[in-house]
């Protein structure tokens, strides 16, 4: 009878124990990220966001286009303002930060929402130039560059996407170089008077000018994460949200830097959020 008992509680046992080791806890929540270092990053660092929240997260590859979106392969999409703007609506006229913003809201589709931009965090095209440019130019600004347009010898690094105009200024088109180290090779050696470049770009060397722009000639690239409308709960949203109040430029470059020379995005992201808490 002990015997008999003891096997049938012994059998329970192990059915329970069973249950509860095929009980699986919530699926990830998939965070896209397009084909570059840099979407890989953002993905990362959204991600990062999410389980800081206490929702699992990991981050899909994907084109970087807002397809992924509306056919449901990824729940978050982080990315540029200016740059959905462009996919959603390619003669969209907006420049300042805000009213790209506004206007990228208004173009999403029906079931797609924007989460909070980061105001102090962006990496829109920027004209780099040298110190004794600036002062032969007149100023640190890209008005510097509308005053002497016609003297500007700008280049850029294969691929990159530069304005076809800044203001009234249509500066000539750039020369081309294979690499971020050859291009402000040629600045400094006065090959070329200006590099595009990008805001958050970690190759800048220190000792050359950004022309800063005070009054919006170049289309805002803030950075902002896109979801799925109808999936997220109120703590999911405030976690991508609150992204904005830690994220400045400088440290989006400096963390492109470390990806830049080989640390895993992944743990880059979650370093940044260990030293910049969120909801503080």
């Known amino acids: 009878m002990r015997r008999s008992l003891a096997l049938t509680l012994l059998m329970l046992f192990a059915l329970v124990s069973a249950g509860c080791g095929g009980r699986s806890g919530p699926a990830a929540l998939a965070v896209g990220a397009g084909p570059t270092p840099e979407s890989t990053l953002l993905g990362q660092l959204y991600a990062a966001a999410l389980r800081y929240y206490g929702t699992p997260a990991e981050v899909t590859a994907t084109d970087g286009a ?10 978050v999409l ?10 959603l609506d390619p003669g ?8 790209v913003y506004r206007d990228l809201v208004s173009a999403l589709p029906e079931g797609v929402a924007a989460g909070d931009y980061t105001m102090s965090a962006q990496d829109k095209p920027a004209l780099v130039v040298t110190e004794a440019t600036a002062t032969a130019w007149g100023g640190t600004d890209l008005g510097a560059l509308r005053r002497n347009c016609a003297e500007a010898r700008p280049g850029a690094v294969a691929g990159a996407k530069v304005p076809a105009s800044v203001g009234s200024c249509t500066p ?7 690499d971020d ?15 595009w470049s990008t805001t958050a770009d ?5 000792e050359l000018t950004v022309l800063a722009d005070k009054t919006a000639l170049i289309r805002g690239e803030n950075v902002v994460p ?28 400096d963390m492109r830097r470390q ?9 880059v992201a979650d370093a940044f959020l260990q030293a910049n808490p969120l909801g503080h």
């Open 172 to 178: 000539a088109k750039p020369a081309i170089f294979p």
């Open 259 to 267: 990806v830049s020379e080989g640390k895993d995005p992944r743990a």
């Open 181 to 195: 180290k050859s291009l402000f090779g040629a600045l400094r050696a006065g090959k070329i008077n200006a590099a």
């Open 66 to 75: 807002l397809g992924v979106l509306d056919s449901g392969s990824v729940t």
């Open 92 to 99: 969209a006229t907006a420049r300042s930060d805000e009213q």
């Open 226 to 253: 896109l979801y799925r409308r109808n999936t997220l709960d109120e703590r999911q949203v405030l976690a991508l949200n609150e992204i904005a109040g830690v994220l400045d430029t400088g440290s989006l470059a």
């Open 78 to 87: 982080p990315g540029f303002t200016g740059r959905f703007l462009t996919q």
């Open 202 to 206: 970690p190759a800048i060397p220190s």
